[in-house]
């Protein structure tokens, strides 16, 4: 192998350390209400945001009008009582051989406290993210993250008595599109892989 | 194209990112089973404070001695009681000079603890969650704790739930195994604190 070669395998493996560490921070500053640094960590070419049942927004404009504007409320202080601890697990990170753009599976298994037709609910959600990536002047950003909700469900109730809990398409939040791949529990539905089988390539 | 002494400096950091994520892993694992000692041996000699929640802090190698082997592991485990701590979404970042680094971790918890103290009364089951915010020390080729915080976001009755009772069971520092100071940061759910990054953001630097 000349040295070349061993570059390359070396940027590939800090390529998957890169992005695996800014998955993990997008949540960290979700979780904190760090709406701006969200915003921030989108490249400017971004193609689409889709959360659960929130809808589909296009390109960097839309992903300020969905942190920032929707679910940062434009910088309002965020209520004390608001709890979102959007827990990243199982990460599956795939860069292409160009090195350039990237593609990542995860889940997230969330503890959450939102207020629901005025009242306070402690809720479960679970749900599977299959993300786009690009490496731009030399850092990876995001250039599509897609959240397909799996259940959304009261503490008390549980994802089987109640699969899904309010927070249906809501017009404020003035979406560019429906949720395409919206199809919660117990629908059945498989979020697809951005992956093919590991062994037999299919 | 890199010279061999860059692409070396550049494997190593990748090898250090996966050192220290092995090392706070294993740490889980080890408290999971009441390993005490273990957890103690996973700590420099020159480590600078454990501080767990509202325990407050213990400083020093002597301070990490007395606070896993005499608090928590006072007394032998009960039958029953039973801690699992997953560790998650380790944000690791190893310092230019490849001697210390720090991470940021999820811990979300499973437990069956004592109600009364940290070990007597009735069992009750828990959920709990919270933040680590630790650094490491390179000695010798191997990655070790220097500082151990954990930041708490809720530990909460099965029965009940985060939002009906955010925190149960022991509260403050020890009388029996004091800490050397007091709780620095203790704010868990519904305060509305949240624990700051040891990380700038890495688009924008701030």
């Known amino acids: 192998m000349n040295l070349e070669e061993l570059e390359k395998q070396v940027t590939l493996m800090e390529d998957i350390q890169e992005i695996e560490t800014l998955q993990r921070r997008y949540a960290y500053y979700f979780d904190s209400h760090q709406w701006q640094n969200i915003v921030d960590l989108f490249s400017d070419s971004t193609e689409y945001v889709e959360l659960e049942s929130v809808g589909r927004f296009l390109g960097k404009e839309g992903v300020k009008r969905l942190y920032y504007d929707h679910v940062g409320r434009k910088g309002e202080p965020t209520p004390p009582w608001i709890l979102y601890l959007i827990l990243q697990i199982g990460g599956v990170v795939d860069v292409d051989p160009d090195g350039k753009t990237a593609y990542g599976r995860w889940q997230t298994l969330l503890p959450e406290v939102m207020p629901y037709a005025g009242i306070l609910r402690q809720q479960w959600l679970h749900g599977y993210y299959e993300n786009k990536y690009v490496k731009e002047g030399g850092r990876w950003m995001f250039s599509r993250l897609d959240w397909n909700v799996t259940f959304y469900t009261t503490y008390e109730n549980g994802w089987l008595i109640q699969p899904l809990l309010g927070s249906l398409w809501n017009p404020e939040a003035k979406a560019d599109a429906h949720s395409i791949n919206f199809y919660p529990y117990p629908s059945g539905y498989h979020f697809p892989y951005h992956y093919k089988h590991p062994i037999t390539g299919k | ?206």
């Open chain 2, 1 to 206: 194209m890199a010279t061999l002494e860059e692409l070396q400096a550049r494997i190593t950091r990748l090898e250090d990112i996966k050192q220290i994520e092995k090392l706070q892993r294993i740490y889980g694992y080890y408290l999971d089973y009441d390993e005490y000692q273990k957890v103690v041996d996973l700590f420099s000699d020159n480590a600078e404070s454990v501080e767990i929640a509202d325990y407050g802090v213990y400083k020093g190698k002597k301070g990490v001695k007395k606070f896993y082997l005499e608090l928590l592991g006072g007394k032998p485990p009960r039958v029953g009681e039973l801690s699992i701590g997953m560790i998650l979404q380790g944000v690791v970042d190893v310092d230019s000079k490849g001697k210390t680094a720090k991470g940021r971790w999820y811990c979300m918890m499973i437990e069956a603890k004592p109600t009364i103290s940290i070990h007597e009364g009735e069992l009750r089951q828990l959920w709990g969650n919270g933040i680590f915010e630790n650094e490491y020390v390179k000695e010798n080729g191997k990655w070790l704790f220097k500082k151990v915080f954990f930041f708490l976001n809720f530990r909460t009755p099965y029965e009940d739930g985060w939002l009906k009772v955010p925190v149960v069971g022991q509260n403050g520092p020890s009388m029996e195994v004091p800490p050397d100071a007091p709780p620095t940061f203790y704010h868990p759910y519904p305060a509305g604190v949240h624990l700051k990054p040891h990380y700038k953001h890495p688009i924008t630097g701030k």
